[in-house]
């Protein structure tokens, strides 16, 4: 993970190209979705509740089969395994990306880290690396040349923004993810 969130082509030969790699990849993922599920529907047991997780999954799983059709149609088929396993390994490398962030923005600048403007560095950073190591692990694992590389990224970006406005369309008013994502602050919101 850290070799290729350092940009350091060899680490994806650390990556297992077998469905049981993918799956325990997948793992993490899926029990975090798991327990964020069981805090949603505990929270507010509702219909629109399961539509959260459910969209939560969606987001999940759906950058992996827009890669795989990518990877199909570009003849990668067999480098596909090995990518989203090192794809959904080296994601957790942006988190220590925003902690390391967080932390000298919090040395410099307690005050900037609580701030509207350091929320805005801090996601931007954070977004920015996200962009470039989806890129990277894309061009590396599929062995892609950058232009495709930059496709594939626009793919995945394209695919979960169409899931954000279809949820939107079918929901207004809804932001499925964000409630999803952050139950206790709309827990905390609702006392107050």
Not at 20 to 49: C, E, F, H, K, N
Not at 104 to 130: D, K
Request: net charge positive; charged share 10%; glycine share 10%.
């Amino acid at each position: 993970m850290l070799l290729l969130g350092r940009g350091r082509a060899e680490g994806i030969a650390y990556f297992g190209g077998t469905r049981d790699s993918v799956l325990s990849a997948l793992a993490p993922r899926l029990a975090l979705w798991l327990v964020l599920g069981g805090l949603t529907i505990g929270y507010a047991p509702q219909a629109i509740s399961g539509v959260k997780v459910l969209f939560a999954l969606c987001l999940i799983l759906l950058p992996a089969v827009v890669t795989q059709a990518l990877a199909h149609h570009w003849k990668r088929e067999a480098l596909w395994l090995r990518y989203i396993t090192a794809t959904w390994w080296t994601d957790w490398v942006t988190l220590f990306v925003g902690l390391v962030v967080a932390l000298l923005m919090a040395l410099a600048s307690p005050r900037l880290l609580q701030s509207a403007m350091g929320a805005a560095i801090l996601n931007g950073v954070e977004f920015a690396y996200s962009l470039w190591l989806t890129w990277y692990v894309a061009r590396i694992g599929l062995l892609l040349r950058r232009g495709q590389a930059v496709v594939l990224v626009l793919a995945i970006l394209g695919s979960l923004g169409l899931l954000v406005l279809l949820t939107g369309l079918s929901s207004p008013g809804q932001r499925a993810w964000h409630e999803f994502l952050y139950p206790m602050l709309v827990q905390q919101g609702a006392a107050h």
